[in-house]
């Protein structure tokens, strides 16, 4: 089983296990939402997908027959509020899952109540997401990636197996919050090493660096 996916489907079912007890006597089906980007299936994210599916399904969550999942996929961060967590909220799923930091900060502002997981966010305690790592509050739960200091750590990496690199880029969406603390880091890092340090904005649901 995948990293991402067993970490997701392991935190996903500490919450819908109570849900299909309850269940039981009115059989009735949990309702899953998820709110993420979309991409092709030749993307290397579809594997996420696919592995979260998978997972699902091995804990005895079948989509259509003992859990019915709600997706809401889009590229556009401004979409995720109306097309996603709204409504969501609306149709009363019983827990909002999401793999980003956009995703989260839209299914925060849209419920207070309803279960939210999330994937793989950049900064929950910078983006406000949750109070602390140690003890998130609230109704947000799941793993972070942050790790800022490994931007830095690359380029310094780069700079030891490429010598005489002068500069570098960085692509990176402006729409995602978590992007500022990273930009900054690398644009420090490249400060010190004395290289010259390019930014480009661009619009997509990654963050990559460029040699």
Known sequence: MRPIGLAVVLAVSLTLAPLVVEAQPAAKVGR???LGPS?????????????????????GY???????????LTDKYELYPALGADELVRLNVNVLVTPNTP???????????????I?????????????????????????SIFATDLYA???????EALPKTSRV?????????????????TQDAARKLKVQFHRWACETSMTSSVR
């Open 32 to 34: 899953l939402g998820f």
């Open 153 to 159: 750590k690359r380029l310094e990496l780069l700079k």
């Open 103 to 117: 995703g989260a900060l839209a299914a925060k502002r849209a419920t207070s109540t309803i279960p939210i997981v």
């Open 169 to 185: 880029a960085l692509l990176f969406n402006p729409t995602n919050p978590v992007n500022v603390p990273l930009v900054k880091e």
């Open 119 to 143: 994937i793989a966010v950049g900064d929950p305690v910078g983006s406000g997401i949750v109070s602390s790592l140690a003890r998130p509050g609230g109704n947000v739960t799941g793993l």
């Open 62 to 72: 079948v989509d259509g027959k003992t859990i019915a999942i709600e997706w809401r």
């Open 39 to 59: 991409f092709s299936e030749d993307d290397p994210r579809a594997e996420n997908l696919r592995a979260f599916r998978e997972a699902l399904q091995n804990l």
